[in-house]
């Protein structure tokens, strides 16, 4: 870590397991409801269940702080800023302690896998993030294992990172962090925490790696995934197994050192199913991962190579616009070309990610589609 440490003090106290459930349904993100670095794949069994149309409250914890290469012990990593004990989550601690991943997994630690009863592969799982709350008045961004944009670049290159403060300010939340390493003045920035890993499992005979998204969703890091958003992915495996984790207080697009704001979050998730009848009567193809979200629909694209990433996202869009509001392909793609905006969402998961945003208001005719009713109600 680059960072000094002037007497940390929090601005809230941490959200621990159970605290503040009351009666909802909830996964906890205890060692036996996660896993470490992999993903969810078709055969798991379940930790928890939600009927479609359904909520559940899930708890995230964070891979920052609980990592090998920082000590694998959270109380002792965040104690060295001045973090007391009793403000280290006790789910962080228990999974650093009692789970371990192999040496060719990702960092992040999922919650799930939560079985959606009656899901079945050609259907859109609709999940919507109702809220999302904080659990820890800190976090960390950090670069690492020559991944960031800057990889190889003189001055750049290497393993470190930075521990960042939360505080309030006129009824905000900001994110503060020193920006010298010998010096006290400081940046804020404002908190807008969504989850950067959100999927249903992969039909696949091994856990893919919780790092590169796909199809399945995954680790797609679009920040615009706040709360009141739906995400849509296409089911892969009966009852799709959904699972969230890599909580973000933070992230600027592109996600260009490595890391966001790497933060514990809870979140409250409603989940229903599109039925494969409707999914096919209303897309021409298939699309992969979209999002409705404050206005926008939100397409993605996802390839190694961020042109492809690009060119992907464009034709994803390209149908929703068809789809969505009974638009001529070309047309849509002229609209597209003067009015929509295309954006790097992460430049450093191995396939990268690119996503659009399209606004709805811009149209003056909707399709009558079961399926554009059922997205367009989302937005």
Same mark, same amino acid.
């Given at each position: 870590?680059?960072?000094?440490?002037?007497?940390?003090?929090?601005?809230?106290?941490?959200?621990?397991?159970?605290?503040?459930?009351?009666?909802?349904?909830?996964?906890?993100?205890?060692?036996?409801?996660?896993?470490?670095?992999?993903?969810?794949?078709?055969?798991?069994?379940?930790?928890?269940?939600?009927?479609?149309?359904?909520?559940?409250?899930?708890?995230?914890? &964070?891979?920052?702080?609980?990592?090998?290469?920082?000590?694998?012990?959270?109380?002792?990593?965040?104690?060295?800023?001045?973090?007391?004990?009793?403000?280290?989550?006790?789910?962080?601690?228990?999974?650093?302690?009692?789970?371990?991943?192999?040496?060719?997994?990702?960092?992040?630690?999922?919650?799930?896998?939560?079985?959606?009863?009656?899901?079945?592969?050609?259907?859109?799982?609709?999940?919507?993030?109702?809220?999302?709350?904080?659990?820890?008045?800190?976090?960390?961004?950090?670069?690492?294992?020559?991944?960031?944009?800057?990889?190889?670049?003189?001055?750049?290159?290497?393993?470190?990172?930075?521990?960042?403060?939360?505080? &309030?300010?006129?009824?905000?939340?900001?994110?503060?962090?020193?920006?010298?390493?010998?010096?006290?003045?400081?940046?804020?920035?404002?908190?807008?925490?969504?989850?950067?890993?959100?999927?249903?499992?992969?039909?696949?005979?091994?856990?893919?790696?919780?790092?590169?998204?796909?199809?399945?969703?995954?680790?797609?890091?679009?920040?615009?995934?706040?709360?009141?958003?739906?995400?849509?992915?296409?089911?892969?495996?009966?009852?799709?197994?959904?699972?969230?984790?890599?909580?973000?207080?933070?992230?600027?697009?592109?996600?260009?050192?490595?890391?966001?704001?790497?933060?514990?979050?809870?979140?409250?998730?409603?989940?229903?199913?599109?039925?494969?009848?409707?999914?096919?009567?209303?897309?021409?193809?298939?699309?992969?991962?979209?999002?409705?979200?404050?206005?926008?629909?939100?397409?993605?694209?996802?390839?190694?190579?961020?042109?492809?990433?690009?060119?992907?996202?464009?034709?994803?869009?390209?149908?929703?616009?068809?789809?969505?509001?009974?638009?001529?392909?070309?047309?849509?793609?002229?609209?597209?070309?003067?009015?929509?905006?295309?954006?790097?969402?992460?430049?450093?998961?191995?396939?990268?990610?690119?996503?659009?945003?399209?606004?709805?208001?811009?149209?003056?005719?909707?399709?009558?589609?079961?399926?554009?009713?059922?997205?367009?109600?989302?937005?």
């Amino acid at each position: 870590m680059t960072s000094i440490v002037r007497g940390f003090a929090p601005a809230f106290a941490v959200l621990q397991p159970e605290q503040g459930i009351g009666g909802d349904a909830y996964l906890p993100a205890d060692p036996a409801a996660v896993l470490w670095g992999r993903l969810p794949r078709i055969g798991d069994r379940p930790v928890a269940t939600v009927e479609p149309g359904g909520s559940i409250v899930v708890d995230t914890v &964070s891979h920052e702080g609980i990592l090998d290469d920082q000590g694998s012990d959270p109380r002792a990593y965040f104690g060295g800023f001045g973090v007391d004990g009793d403000q280290v989550l006790t789910d962080a601690v228990a999974v650093a302690a009692t789970r371990s991943r192999d040496s060719l997994a990702g960092p992040h630690i999922v919650t799930g896998p939560i079985a959606v009863p009656g899901a079945v592969p050609g259907d859109l799982l609709a999940v919507r993030i109702d809220e999302l709350t904080m659990r820890a008045p800190y976090g960390v961004v950090s670069t690492r294992h020559a991944r960031g944009v800057l990889a190889h670049r003189r001055g750049f290159d290497g393993n470190y990172g930075q521990f960042c403060a939360v505080e &309030s300010r006129d009824g905000a939340w900001f994110g503060t962090m020193p920006m010298h390493p010998d010096q006290l003045w400081q940046a804020s920035f404002p908190l807008r925490p969504f989850l950067g890993i959100i999927g249903v499992a992969t039909d696949t005979d091994t856990r893919l790696n919780s790092i590169p998204p796909g199809p399945h969703g995954g680790n797609i890091d679009i920040r615009r995934l706040t709360a009141g958003a739906t995400l849509f992915l296409p089911v892969q495996v009966p009852d799709a197994l959904l699972y969230i984790g890599d909580p973000h207080f933070a992230q600027g697009n592109g996600e260009v050192a490595l890391t966001a704001l790497e933060a514990p979050l809870r979140a409250r998730l409603t989940v229903d199913v599109i039925p494969a009848a409707d999914v096919a009567a209303g897309f021409g193809r298939s699309i992969g991962p979209f999002a409705a979200a404050r206005g926008l629909i939100i397409p993605t694209g996802m390839d190694a190579d961020l042109n492809k990433a690009l060119e992907v996202c464009v034709r994803n869009a390209i149908e929703l616009v068809v789809s969505l509001f009974d638009a001529d392909p070309q047309q849509a793609y002229l609209y597209l070309s003067a009015a929509a905006d295309f954006t790097i969402s992460q430049a450093v998961d191995q396939v990268r990610g690119v996503h659009g945003e399209v606004r709805v208001a811009d149209f003056a005719h909707y399709a009558t589609t079961e399926l554009a009713k059922r997205i367009l109600e989302r937005v």
